[in-house]
């Protein structure tokens, strides 16, 4: 009878613990210099981007533990912390959709007071959002950033002198997904605006970090030109097929089990560098095994299980929203080529049509999310798994 374990891989939710995360050395390097140089007066603010599903969240939350006292990551990386050990206040904001800028500098701040009071019971302050309602609307019907600015660093003033009685390092406001607020908001002039006054009120110890996708700092850009000299952007790339075998070994290593050498190499063909498909693999691998070794045939039977069944609705929603005709058949076509990246070259001969005919249909698919751009005329999908269900099940031959 085959005995029940706990799987060392989790597709759906960032990887909290320290002794699975795996990579990233130089960027887990780059940050723990950010903290570094907070901790002594020198704030350095920074976001880490990346493509969907790239694992920003997860370095984000390790970033957190990092900074409030675990060491395991930076020494088992060897990364000198220039200190016994970070003891910094952290909060944490999930951004949603569409947020207004009002609204975010007011959760920043919730966040932020929840997280000293239930760190701090004897601490008794209280911040006075009311004066956000206050705030006078323009002939547009907007707020002024900069009044946004003065009443969201009135407030952290409050808190920051109360927390600094507690001999912490600093503050640090970590903020996923940062991307989704509309730039049109007034966003980037925002963050501008506030890491300016907080220097100018000597508040060297408190830092914004945030996570946002590929080309978050130039969309941030188009608003305000100089907010790549506010946020430093650490970028994440894919994974390398060592990097690959690392997740992997550690996975396996954790429950004792043991596998093919072909494994890492068929499991970074399929997944891309993407972590999310290396930890999908991994599960379901372990999940198919009738022993504790993972074969090749394990390494098939859990393609199928993941398109057929675990992730089939997803896969199937993203080809639905594809759209139909020509869309499906350069979808097609990228399928059946032997790499990852596909020249637009050879999708134009599968498809029968010159470049200039499709390439909207292209930028649609870029659009939406489906496909992404590798190098010029160079495309790769989103998600990797997508070329699989394609493989197993073929395109939508219905022409709208």
Same mark, same amino acid.
């Given at each position: 009878?085959? /005995?029940?374990?706990?799987?060392?891989?989790?597709?759906? #939710?960032?990887? $909290?613990?320290?002794?699975?995360?795996?990579?990233?050395?130089?960027?887990?390097?780059?940050?723990?210099?950010?903290?570094?140089?907070?901790?002594?007066?020198?704030?350095?603010?920074?976001?880490?981007?990346?493509?969907? %599903?790239?694992?920003?969240?997860?370095? @984000?939350?390790?970033? $957190?533990?990092?900074?409030?006292?675990?060491n395991s990551l930076a020494d088992r990386y060897e990364i000198d912390l220039g200190v016994e050990k970070y003891d910094f206040l952290s909060s944490w904001t999930d951004v949603t959709e569409g947020q207004t800028l009002e609204n975010l500098a007011k959760s920043?701040?919730?966040?932020?007071?929840?997280?000293?009071?239930k760190i701090f019971a004897s601490l008794?302050?209280?911040?006075? @959002?009311?004066g956000f309602v206050q705030i006078e609307k323009n002939a547009n019907g907007e707020k002024s950033v900069?009044?946004?600015?003065?009443?969201?660093?009135?407030?952290?003033?409050?808190?920051?002198?109360?927390?600094?009685?507690?001999s912490k390092d600093g503050i640090i406001i970590f903020i996923? *997904?940062?991307? #989704?607020?509309?730039v049109s908001s007034g966003v980037s002039s925002f963050f501008? @605006?506030?890491?300016?006054?907080?220097?100018?009120?000597?508040?060297?110890?408190?830092?914004?970090?945030?996570?946002? !996708?590929?080309?978050?700092?130039?969309?941030? %850009?188009? *608003?305000?030109?100089s907010i790549d000299r506010t946020f430093r952007d650490i970028p994440l790339p894919l994974f390398t097929e060592q990097e690959t075998k690392e997740i992997l070994v550690n996975g396996f290593d954790k429950i004792g089990f043991t596998f093919d050498e072909s494994i890492p190499s068929l499991s970074y063909s399929i997944s891309s560098g993407f972590p999310e498909p290396i930890h999908i693999l991994g599960s379901e691998m372990l999940s198919v095994s009738t022993d504790n070794h993972i074969?090749?045939?394990?390494? $098939?039977?859990?393609?199928?299980?993941?398109?057929?069944?675990?992730?089939?609705?997803?896969?199937?929603?993203?080809?639905?929203?594809?759209?139909?005709?020509?869309?499906?058949?350069?979808? *097609?076509?990228?399928? /059946?080529?032997?790499?990852?990246?596909?020249?637009?070259?050879?999708?134009?001969?599968?498809?029968?049509?010159?470049?200039?005919?499709?390439?909207?249909?292209?930028?649609?698919? !870029?659009?939406?999310?489906?496909?992404?751009?590798?190098?010029?005329s160079v495309y790769a999908f989103v998600d990797p798994l997508l070329k699989e269900y394609i493989k197993q099940f073929g395109i939508i031959k219905i022409d709208k």
């Open positions: 009878m085959k /005995k029940r374990f706990i799987d060392p891989f989790f597709p759906n #939710r960032p990887v $909290k613990d320290p002794s699975l995360f795996e990579g990233r050395t130089e960027q887990i390097d780059e940050i723990v210099d950010a903290l570094y140089q907070t901790k002594n007066n020198n704030p350095k603010h920074f976001i880490i981007t990346g493509d969907r %599903g790239i694992g920003k969240s997860s370095l @984000l939350l390790q970033t $957190k533990i990092l900074s409030e006292g675990e920043l701040l919730v966040d932020l007071e929840s997280t000293v009071k008794k302050f209280s911040i006075d @959002l009311g900069t009044d946004i600015v003065n009443e969201f660093v009135k407030s952290l003033k409050t808190i920051y002198e109360n927390v600094s009685k507690k996923d *997904e940062l991307d #989704r607020v509309s501008k @605006l506030v890491t300016e006054k907080l220097n100018r009120e000597n508040i060297n110890n408190v830092i914004f970090v945030a996570s946002g !996708i590929t080309g978050a700092i130039q969309k941030l %850009g188009s *608003e305000h030109a074969c090749e045939e394990d390494f $098939k039977n859990a393609k199928v299980k993941i398109v057929t069944d675990v992730r089939k609705n997803k896969l199937q929603d993203i080809l639905t929203k594809a759209g139909y005709g020509k869309y499906q058949s350069i979808l *097609e076509a990228m399928a /059946k080529y032997s790499d990852v990246n596909v020249p637009l070259e050879y999708i134009s001969k599968e498809i029968k049509s010159k470049q200039n005919e499709f390439s909207s249909n292209i930028g649609t698919l !870029i659009d939406k999310n489906i496909i992404r751009r590798v190098d010029r």
